[in-house]
């Protein structure tokens, strides 16, 4: 049987359960990994790590400027280079990579988000790199972390539906289930309490206001159809799902289903 759909619709699918113990967040459609806390790099240390070495991140590399970074002391550009392994969406690995995720820290922006066009595997390292400009003190602060989102083979599209619909397996009055359009502008830098992402497309707890709990057992739902939301996916955009709990295993199963006309 064909379902009665719009010409150009399609939809995407992805399930989720709380792992055993577990409360916080959780994404479908791609994921967030970053730390809380910032970096701070300067002569004094210039690296900064990030992930653990042999897991399959297969996810780009971003940075959010706290500011513009500072360097004196020489002339010419101070950059922030990554080191590390890179996969291709073909499946080519190339180990020993280095590239450049900032051309010179002093332009960069507040908030300033850059992201690597390349994907990484295992352990990464982000470097400030003086190079031969002579600079003998430099600075630059900020957040970092891996993104995977869900580009529909690099193309270009409009979110069009989002239905979300599970059981609980535990009361949870701080659930909420947000859907992320990924993309360089509206990020927020942060010290102690870095959030990734920009500000939602659609919240549950938003749109449902008090009636956004859910109880151990029972079922719940969230849906929000007719959107027109343009995502550039062959242009480092994407969607993705980030969802939160407060108590633990409370989500027993979780379907999304992600609409979107190509």
Request: proline share 3%.
């Amino acid at each position: 049987m064909d379902f009665d759909r719009a010409p150009g619709v399609t939809f995407k699918s992805y399930t989720l359960s709380s792992p055993p113990g577990g409360s916080g967040t959780f994404y479908q459609a791609g994921y967030y990994n970053a730390p809380v806390a910032d970096a701070n790099l300067s002569q004094a240390g210039a690296t900064q790590t990030l992930g653990a070495a042999n897991v399959p991140y297969a996810a780009h590399v971003f940075l959010v400027a706290k500011q513009a970074g500072t360097a004196t002391g020489g002339a010419g550009a101070v950059t922030v280079t990554i080191d590390g392994t890179t996969i291709n969406d073909s499946g080519v690995r190339a180990a020993s990579q280095t590239i450049t995720l900032a051309d010179d820290i002093t332009a960069l922006s507040a908030n300033e988000y850059v992201e690597t066009p390349e994907k990484w595997l295992g352990q990464v390292t982000f470097t400030v790199e003086v190079g031969s400009t002579g600079h003998t003190a430099y600075a630059l602060d900020f957040n970092y972390g891996f993104c995977k989102y869900e580009d529909f083979g690099n193309r270009s599209f409009t979110i069009t539906d989002l239905e979300i619909i599970g059981t609980a397996g535990a009361s949870d009055a701080g659930v909420d289930f947000e859907l992320l359009h990924h993309k360089a502008t509206g990020w927020t830098y942060h010290a102690s309490a870095f959030v990734p992402g920009t500000t939602a497309l659609k919240k549950m707890s938003t749109i449902h206001s008090t009636e956004s709990d859910i109880d151990s057992g029972l079922p719940f739902a969230f849906k929000v159809a007719g959107m027109s939301t343009l995502v550039a996916g062959a242009a480092s955009e994407g969607v993705l799902v980030r969802t939160t709990t407060g108590a633990n295993n409370a989500i027993e199963f979780m379907d999304t289903h992600i609409g979107v006309d190509l």
